[in-house]
């Protein structure tokens, strides 16, 4: 196996033998050929879209499929064989559809033609021949290009997939996602071609998490700003940890009356803030963090655990009995529930003891959405002009296990008393529960969100730029993101794609970025790593 898509990857340089999430190589094998199998797909849906043809099972198979090889997703190599099976069923339907309104018969893409073995074994011996190693006769720099391309592909294709499920679509989104995989295949593409294409991700990136914000708060209402408890009430219990509001719905109106307590954890925090969801008597708080003590925080929970869509570790096998999946999530020895019927995981948590007793832990806030920071948008302002506010620092972007996130701990706790700190996504997870204070009113520590609702963190900084009269690059504005998976891949690209400079990266850089590509992040657009925290203050701030 060769894997390098999340920042973790064994020696910065890539995973090999095991993936640093627990990925084996079977998994990795049949990820890698159902990549190639969605370039073939995506070849045909191209071909089609130039004769009118348009296949909606077509578009939302490419993203889920996309989806599921994203970080943390699916361990599972049964569901990748079917995916890969599913996938050829399509591309050929497809290609007689084309045929037939006048479009191409034959394709010199191997990937367009390709036939799996039928067996496991097979598919896992055939993958060999398209996976993500470095090949000696490849032009580096457009090797890491086209791999960011569908690192940023993959997580652009888990919003996408998000939307569509709350009923948002733009064939746009689809029609992209099917142009850029199927240029992968390419070799008439120039360097200066490869990077439009890159900043083209995340431009539509930016249209996807448009649509998801408006699914989201279409049907859930906008985020209000929300006390949550990080205690728990007394008996049966119910943890909901990753990214999907309509599952968490789904479970909590099946749970209506049973006696059990619903707990977020993880992403899933920010729900409490949305009207519809904090209406449910029995949405009670947040237990746990994302990363940090993950396993032990899973191994004393005394009730059932769902889990939707990514960002979580490998569940460990002695709390297997405990734990459900839903959605895209796949280990194997896990049940899954593929259909959002959660009686399973009711009645699991019903025959299990519960809390014994309540808890009053720490309290803290989310809920703060655009449309709750936009409300209050002249005192901000006020704020700023009375210096009352020095700066604000997003401090956003994904959680993991590796040493170096410290950093981000460290940096909120010594940003100074006249700056405004906005968090967004697991990153937080760091420094959450910090008691900031606040600045005329104003807390100083204000979550945004999941990382799904990077768009809001986004419509703000234009807003404030525009009420200020001047470019996003020169407000007081400081993006000091980390980054783990190809959902941060896809944001960061829409940063770029906004022209967004001087943001600091971490804890490490992709590995899958070559100097040279490097080189023109920093020349454009100031992209640096983070150094440490004292440097990094006095860079942006001259004295703190």
């Known amino acids: 196996m060769f894997c390098y898509q999340c920042e973790q990857t064994a020696k910065g340089e890539g995973c090999t033998i095991i993936g640093v999430c627990g990925k084996k190589p079977d998994v990795a094998a049949l990820q890698d050929l159902t990549t190639h199998m969605l370039k073939g797909l995506s070849v045909v849906a191209n071909e089609g879209r130039k004769v009118g043809v348009v296949d909606r099972d077509v578009n939302v198979f490419t993203v889920q499929a996309a989806f599921s090889t994203l970080t943390n997703v699916d361990f599972d190599p049964e569901r990748f064989v079917k995916l890969v099976k599913q996938g050829i069923e399509l591309r050929e339907n497809l290609k007689k559809k084309v045929k037939a309104a006048g479009g191409k018969g034959e394709y010199r893409e191997d990937a367009a033609n390709f036939v799996p073995e039928s067996s496991m074994d097979g598919m896992i011996k055939q993958a060999e021949a398209y996976g993500f190693a470095p090949k000696p ?162 191994g004393q929970f005394p009730g059932a655990i769902l889990m939707t869509t990514n960002c979580i570790q490998k569940p460990q096998e002695s709390y297997h009995d405990n734990i459900f999946t839903t959605g895209l999530v796949g280990w194997p020895g896990v049940t899954h529930i593929p259909n959002r019927n959660f009686k399973p995981v009711i009645d699991k948590a019903l025959s299990m003891q519960g809390f014994a007793e309540d808890s009053n832990g720490k309290k803290v806030m989310c809920g703060f959405g655009r449309n709750a920071v936009l409300g209050v948008a002249d005192k901000v302002i006020e704020a700023v002009k009375s210096g009352a506010i020095r700066h604000f620092f997003l401090v956003a972007g994904c959680d993991g296990a590796k040493p170096g996130r410290n950093y981000y701990t460290e940096f909120v706790e010594k940003v100074p008393q006249d700056c405004v700190v906005l968090t967004l996504a697991c990153g937080k997870f760091r420094f959450f529960d910090k008691d900031l204070g606040t600045i005329g009113g104003i807390p100083r520590l204000l979550d945004v969100g999941q990382c799904n609702d990077a768009y809001s963190a986004v419509q703000i900084a234009v807003a404030l730029s525009k009420a200020f009269n001047v470019g996003v690059n020169e407000l007081p504005l400081s993006m000091i993101l980390s980054w783990y998976e190809q959902k941060a891949c896809a944001i960061l690209l829409t940063l770029l794609y906004l022209g967004i400079k001087d943001i600091r990266l971490g804890p490490s850089l992709p590995a899958f970025i070559t100097p040279n590509v490097l080189d023109v992040l920093v020349k454009n657009f100031n992209i640096m790593p983070i150094s440490t925290t004292e440097e990094d203050l006095k860079a942006i701030l001259g004295s703190y």
């Not at 006769?137 to 993959?154: C, M, P, Q, W, Y």
């Not at 992209?176 to 295949?185: G, N, P, S, V, Y």
């Not at 904090?278 to 396993?295: E, L, S």
């Open 137 to 298: 006769d490849e032009n580096a720099d457009i090797r890491a290009l086209k791999h960011t391309v569908i690192f940023g592909v993959r997580g652009l294709a888990a919003y996408a997939d998000h939307a569509q499920i709350l009923g948002k679509e733009d064939d746009s989104v689809y029609a992209f996602i099917h142009e850029a995989l199927a240029a992968t295949l390419r070799d008439d593409m120039s360097l200066d071609d490869w990077v439009g294409m890159t900043l083209k991700t995340g431009e539509v990136n930016l249209r996807a998490m448009e649509l998801l914000d408006a699914a989201n708060t279409g049907v859930y209402g906008h985020p209000e700003p929300t006390t949550v408890p990080l205690g728990h009430r007394k008996g049966k219990a119910i943890l909901v940890s990753g990214h999907d509001l309509l599952d968490l719905e789904e479970i909590l109106k099946q749970t209506e009356g049973k006696g059990v307590t619903v707990y977020t954890h993880g992403e899933m925090l920010p729900t409490h803030g949305y009207p519809k969801l904090k209406a449910y008597p029995h949405f009670y708080g947040h237990y746990g963090t994302a990363w940090q003590n993950q396993a032990k925080e899973f």
